[in-house]
């Protein structure tokens, strides 16, 4: 998770300079919308040009940041030459456990995938295990694809579907898991010295959003089998006290309502998640159903359009009740309902303006996740990266002699 | 509102240290649990003691703080004397309209309530121009008052039950207000060099518990015709995108609900508002509401008792979408839910047990707000002395020479 912003009491010694100063640097580097030169850098950042060639200097030895080739320009004075993010050097890996799939993918500095790989797998058949030793595989395909392209994973980050607190899955009701460890690195049988960590899948998709798609400030809303959900609020994630912020999918839509396996009653997984849609639309169980109801939908099938909108006036009452809570002016709609957008929308917009008291004002946007099915795993591998850039001192510090 | 702390984008030289010294020195002050000497001052600051000594006599001539006499001391060295929060000098104004009520006070920099004045008076009869009439001469009032004090109030904050988008009342339901401008100084018939501020009455009550009980992450939910809420996070208010976030009232608790007036139905204040709890108890319109509650809940009546456990249950059910959505560890009841809270509080944890996801790891505690009905009117006040605390220089550079 990203480290704490300083705060006004924290003494300005607390942070070097010099690590304050790499952070900067790099910051402009990754934000421009081109290459910067050197002399541009200092220009945005306040920084003296030597200062900022001292540290660009200390990025590319680190292997953080690339000197593209000089450029010739019609101009007086040297040829400036752009500073990219590397392309090679660090990488994120991130993986994710769910219901039914394993992935893992891996990103560089830049952001851009290098590596995914997808394997159908029914985890509700498999011990935690079971299930670390088959991640594991994929992941030590992911290493070998990416050192074929430069590149060393500096960490992996693992997105599940339940509670996370600290190193310890609480709870993932859908996986029927409860009180797992984070594995170590010998459960994933290699890479053996990678540093791992693990998440709450929403939370790690709202982060992958965030960095897709420069959003400050949003609720994101994942719905699969399970509904989950993660704020970002002034480009932060918030997490809450102790990470477990956005649950939404158990935010109660009728006290009376049927039963949910949390113990509670009425949630809005009993309405909108995948396996209440299916069964309101009278559809199949066990069937590819994301594929059946947008087909269904697509040719005007009336139960499956019911059972959509149906959804979207659920799914419309708890997205109203987030947004008169937190005042928050996007949501973003993730998982399974980037594909059944359309017929989701109208219900949730409608409920949306009913609902929530400043909507004459101010009404919320409604949007579909930029990273779809892939943001809990792009965004698990691109938490890995951010750490970096949030703080390359500490990178540096650490990181093993690069190779060559 | 409180200042925006720095974030970590900010260069350091845009508050001057200076600033930053005299905002620290004057943070160790009142947050001291007994006076502190100015070696105590540097020694908990990290600041040296000439600092110290420069920033504490430059308080001391803006009249922020103020020396106690030396005290003698079996010991080495000078007797220590300690710096206090001046008694005198800058007063916050906190002002209330209500729906039929009217209330000034005066705080000090101590945080300590040195005037305050409630006019029963209801605003429905009443436009704009007239209630501001009413509440320039209840300030009027004030100002005397603490002026006889030796006290010069330095702005004004006036709490409106509704929403507030910078200088305009959007919308307050109970008093029937649309689209109301913050009043000028003239409108309020005097003081006339006042500097004003308007805000939603839970927000600053949200902040005046903060300020009352250092309590640093909460939900503040006050009932009391209409039902507000304010969110505090990590210490700082949480006002969302356009300072409406907390608006809890109007959280569905059932979509299929009675109407509201706010144009949705079945809002939390329809079955947890001071109104909807009277007629659930049976009791008569238009008397003294909270006394009767309190009286027929103390005798046993059960009409009294199914309706405070109804509306528990409500509050239950709308607090626990809340605590899903934020992970926040405490509730704070306020306004009349203070007296009611012993009959509240049952049915509120029953469902906060059940219907909050992580409930049995962390278990969300709910208290009585410390500051009661006058929440709203000392976090008004003390709004204004706290953004003296947070940025004194800014106070020093703009406030009139001191009178003597």
Redo the contacts between chains.
């Keep these: 998770m990203p480290p704490r912003?300083?705060?006004?009491?924290d003494?300005?010694r607390q942070r070097s300079l010099r690590d304050h100063n790499l952070?900067?640097v790099l910051?402009h580097v990754t934000a421009a919308n081109r290459p910067p030169s050197r002399a541009e850098i200092a220009a945005a950042s306040?920084l003296t040009r030597a200062t900022v060639s001292t540290i660009v200097d200390e990025l590319i030895v680190g292997g953080l940041v690339a000197e593209l080739e000089p450029v010739s320009r019609s101009g007086v004075g040297r040829p400036g030459t752009g500073i990219v993010p590397a392309g090679t050097g660090p990488a994120g890996l991130g993986m994710e456990v769910n219901v039914d799939y394993l992935a893992v993918c891996a990103v560089d500095l830049t952001g851009a995938v290098r590596h995914r790989q997808v394997r159908r797998l029914d985890q509700r058949e498999h011990s935690p295990a079971q299930t670390w030793q088959a991640l594991g595989e994929l992941a030590d395909q992911a290493v070998a694809a990416v050192a074929a392209q430069g590149l060393t994973p500096a960490g992996g980050v693992i997105a599940v579907p339940g509670?996370v607190?600290g190193d310890t899955i609480?709870i993932a009701p859908n996986l029927g898991w409860q009180q797992v460890a984070l594995p170590r690195p010998e459960d994933l049988g290699g890479p053996r010295d990678l540093p791992l960590d693990v998440a709450n899948e929403a939370t790690l998709a709202a982060l992958g959003e965030r960095h897709a798609t420069g959003l400050r400030?949003f609720l994101y809303v994942s719905g699969e089998i399970g509904i989950g959900?993660g704020?970002v609020?002034d480009g932060e994630l918030?997490?809450?006290?102790?990470?477990?912020?956005?649950?939404?999918g158990?935010?109660?839509?009728?006290?009376q309502g049927p039963d949910c396996h949390?113990?509670?009653?009425g949630?809005l997984e009993q309405y909108a998640g995948e396996e209440a849609i299916r069964a309101a639309a009278g559809l199949r169980a066990g069937g590819a159903v994301l594929a059946d109801l947008v087909d269904g939908a697509g040719q005007g099938s009336a139960p499956v359009l019911d059972a959509l909108e149906h959804a979207g006036?659920a799914l419309g009452?708890?997205l109203?009740?987030?947004v008169?809570?937190?005042?928050?002016?996007t949501v973003v709609l993730g998982g399974h309902y980037v594909e059944l957008i359309d017929w989701l929308r109208p219900a949730i917009e409608r409920e949306l303006a009913?609902?929530?008291?400043?909507a004459r004002?101010?009404p919320a946007k409604v949007r579909a996740s930029a990273l779809g099915s892939d943001a809990a795993l792009v965004g698990a591998a691109r938490a890995v990266t951010q750490a970096i850039l949030d703080d390359p001192a500490r990178f540096l510090a650490t990181r093993p002699a690069p190779a060559g």
Tied chains: 1, 2.
């Design positions: 912003p300083p705060r006004r009491d003494p300005v952070a900067l910051r306040g509670l607190e609480r400030s959900g704020i609020l918030f997490g809450g006290s102790h990470g477990w912020a956005g649950e939404i158990h935010v109660t839509i009728d006290p949390c113990g509670s009653r949630c006036t009452v708890a109203s009740g987030a008169n809570l937190l005042d928050i002016g009913r609902r929530v008291i400043t004002w101010a």
